[in-house]
């Protein structure tokens, strides 16, 4: 009996072909009940994120199961052959069981320590056990890698510190403000990085947002999106008074907002803390704004110098996280060769 995992994720393959493996939820039971069809493993269980598309099975004779597996892959997603055995990793236990610990606990994620794995794999299984997939060995492996990533969680420190630009800029508003559910956003400029700022502090609370740009379409476009309203470029300064939260992310080649500025806000804001995010480049906001009283600046280097602080920290817990992994790997292989008898 012996458990194996083939797949490929993001260090091994493009997102062009990810893609094509990509397996919508609601084709798994189906896809599963194929593999059970072609009797492809005695246990199968499939994991298919945005960054990995994994099969996880048991068998007696995996030989057999581990070839009609890539062949069946090779179906699905009408990758040639050749292709997908050149990307694709086969892992056999114990190698294996070490790599589904590590998924699960965020230690194979492009983002070093993210937590979205964890439910992702939950979920995984759950739709394999109720399908009637999973048996008393990949029941045992995938729960355990659960605890496995919930201890990683507890008991290294491999998820302290954001590493997103959005998460950092919220923690950073968090940290001005403490509370965001009264504190109110504009956003000028209509770019995916702006969206993702200003989505990530509406979702920690922060009130309907003002977008202003130059294209007024494409503001109102955004604002609906946001929930918020639109204002025209020419009028943004009005709203400033009653905003907390400025975060910009034009394509000027120049500076648009100037310490002067600022300080004229400041007073008509009656010295109310003003964040600015200036995530353009080339910058929109002149850096000396950051020497006024209650005005907090920080623009793309700031954030990125943050994200990658935190990069390095998490990085450095990987030694605990790996001692963790391996003594949990040492406990599943020490109850499968009890429970089998294996040799």
Same mark, same amino acid.
């Given at each position: 009996m012996e458990i194996w995992v083939l797949g490929l994720n993001h260090k091994t393959t493009p997102i062009e072909f990810r893609e094509k493996l990509s397996i919508p939820p609601h084709e798994t039971p189906g896809l599963l009940k194929a593999l059970e069809e072609r009797k492809?493993?005695?246990?199968?269980?499939?994991?298919?994120?945005?960054?990995?598309?994994? !099969?996880?099975?048991?068998? *007696? @004779?995996?030989?057999?199961? /581990?070839?009609?597996?890539? =062949?069946?892959?090779?179906?699905?997603?009408?990758?040639?052959?050749?292709?997908?055995?050149?990307?694709?990793?086969?892992?056999?236990?114990?190698?294996?069981?070490?790599?589904?610990?590590?998924?699960a606990a965020g230690l194979d994620s492009m983002v070093l320590g993210e937590t979205e794995i964890i439910g992702q794999v939950k979920e995984a299984y759950l739709v394999a056990h109720q399908n009637q997939q999973t048996g008393k060995v990949l029941n045992n492996l995938f729960q355990r890698s659960l605890r496995v990533a919930k201890n990683v969680r507890t008991r290294t420190e491999i998820g302290a510190g954001r590493v997103g630009i959005a998460s950092i800029?919220?923690?950073?508003?968090?940290? !001005?403000?403490?509370?965001? *559910? @009264?504190?109110?956003?504009? /956003?000028?400029?209509?770019? =995916?990085m702006a969206s993702q700022v200003t989505k990530a502090l509406i979702s920690r609370g922060a009130l309907s947002t003002?977008?202003?740009?130059?294209?007024?379409?494409?503001?109102?476009?955004?604002?609906?999106?946001?929930g918020g309203e639109a204002?025209?470029?020419?009028?943004?300064?009005?709203?400033?008074?009653?905003?907390d939260i400025l975060v910009t992310s034009t394509l000027a080649p120049r500076v648009l907002v100037r310490a002067e500025q600022v300080r004229q806000w400041m007073k008509a804001r009656h010295e109310r803390p003003l964040f600015l995010i200036d995530i353009a480049v080339p910058r929109n906001i002149e850096a000396s704004v950051e020497k006024l009283d209650n005005v907090y600046l920080y623009n793309l280097d700031d954030l990125e110098a943050i994200a990658n602080k935190n990069r390095i920290a998490?990085?450095?817990?990987?030694?605990?996280?790996?001692?963790?992994?391996?003594?949990?790997?040492?406990?599943f292989m020490d109850w499968l060769l009890k429970e089998f008898c294996l040799r």
């Open positions: 492809i493993f005695d246990e199968r269980l499939v994991l298919s994120t945005c960054n990995r598309t994994e !099969i996880y099975g048991v068998d *007696k @004779n995996p030989g057999r199961s /581990v070839r009609l597996a890539k =062949e069946f892959l090779c179906e699905y997603s009408r990758l040639e052959p050749s292709f997908l055995e050149e990307k694709l990793y086969v892992l056999r236990q114990p190698d294996s069981v070490d790599h589904l610990f590590s998924v800029a919220v923690d950073l508003a968090e940290k !001005i403000f403490e509370d965001l *559910k @009264n504190v109110r956003v504009m /956003v000028m400029g209509t770019g =995916e003002i977008v202003s740009s130059r294209h007024f379409e494409r503001a109102r476009e955004l604002a609906a999106e946001l204002a025209p470029y020419e009028h943004y300064e009005e709203k400033v008074k009653d905003t998490r990085q450095g817990q990987m030694d605990a996280c790996s001692r963790l992994i391996k003594d949990q790997r040492q406990y």
